[in-house]
């Protein structure tokens, strides 16, 4: 069995910073890319960063030049910092894995519980 536990989400004042992280754990063999991703109210779940397993990162436009995504494979775990934060940054926050267990050979998705990022003006 395999989880992504998130943390770091909360209350934050416009043009602040919080930084999300992602832990994977149980019976991972290997993990591909990882991501996070958002959805606000009354909208649909989007893509906010993804990283491959060897460090290729790409972003949503939205949040270009201001949120870092990266990770660490010895600890399995992806970081997202969000810098210069805005309210319509308010959302949802929930990370993806693509990742293989122990014992398996192909790969599949993993989301975790989601962690909300509220953004105040």
């Known amino acids: 069995q395999v989880q992504l536990v998130e943390s770091g989400g909360g209350l934050v004042q416009a043009g602040g910073s919080l930084r999300l992280s992602c832990a994977a754990s149980g019976s991972i063999r290997s993990i591909n890319a990882m991501g996070w991703y958002r959805q606000a109210p009354g909208k649909q779940r989007e893509l906010v960063a993804g990283i491959t397993s060897g460090g290729r990162t790409n972003y949503a436009d939205s949040v270009k030049g201001r949120f870092t995504i990266s990770r660490d494979n010895a600890k399995n775990t992806v970081y997202l910092q969000m810098t210069s934060l805005k309210p319509e940054d308010t959302a949802v926050y929930y990370c993806?894995?693509?990742?293989?267990?122990?014992?398996?050979?192909?790969?599949?998705?993993?989301w975790g519980q989601g962690t909300l990022v509220t953004v105040s003006s």
């Open positions: 993806n894995a693509d990742l293989v267990q122990i014992g398996g050979y192909r790969s599949f998705q993993v």
